[in-house]
């Protein structure tokens, strides 16, 4: 079942515009200060700071109004977001929603036991697929504001999954929902299916946005 509600949330998405009102040039010279950390277009080389080449533009928005309130908690980007305006986080959103992602490589060794989880879950421990809301090439779902996970570096995406295990998150809707997740994961879990989607990618051809 999980399956099959993300594959009818990608083909709602895939080719979509992102559902921001930004101005994605005034947006790439505004980005000019993300490089640094994110990298040139938003496809970071450090594992531990996340790409935003490719991501959802609703998504970026949300995670820059987290840290500007400081309900997210990471000393650089709080100061970084505490001085952009609204139109500033929607014009840097659907800029780097429209860059091209580069694409990761998933360790063969962890295939096997990411796939199972990301596209069948583990009834066991009560972990659904993450296909069920990332959809089936991991591009999110731009609508609901579910955050595309394609190429994501894994090491950033381990961090995220056991800040939510933890409860170390904000407390907001899509938290709750992956807190709920991440409860029944193990290490070895977060390992397989965050290296998976490092190497998760969309068919050739097909709309990242």
């Not at 080719?15 to 000019?32: I, Q, R, S, T, Y």
């Not at 977060?190 to 990242?208: D, K, Y």
Request: glycine share 12%.
């Amino acid at each position: 079942m999980f399956v099959l509600l993300g594959l009818m949330a990608a083909a709602g998405t895939l080719g979509a515009e992102p559902l921001v009102d930004g101005d994605p040039e005034a947006g790439a010279e505004k980005a000019a200060v993300c490089a640094s950390c994110h990298g040139p277009n938003g496809n970071s080389s450090n594992p531990q700071w996340p790409s935003l080449a490719g991501q959802n533009a609703r998504y970026i928005v949300q995670q820059l109004q987290l840290f500007k309130s400081g309900q997210r908690d990471n000393a650089i980007m709080m100061g970084q977001a505490a001085a952009l305006s609204e139109q500033d986080m929607k014009d840097l959103a659907v800029y780097f929603a429209r860059q091209q992602p580069k694409p990761g490589v998933a360790d063969e060794s962890l295939v096997e036991a990411g796939q199972k989880l990301y596209f069948g879950g583990d009834a066991e421990d009560e972990v659904p697929a993450c296909a069920g809301c990332h959809g089936p090439a991991g591009q999110g779902n731009a609508a609901a504001g579910y955050p595309s996970l394609s190429g994501q570096h894994a090491e950033y995406v381990a961090s995220r999954l056991k800040a939510y295990r933890d409860g170390d998150v904000p407390e907001t809707a899509h938290a709750a929902i992956m807190t709920g997740v991440a409860e029944g994961l193990s290490d070895a879990d977060i390992e397989a299916v965050s290296s998976f989607v490092n190497g998760l990618r969309p068919a050739s051809g097909a709309e990242t946005e």
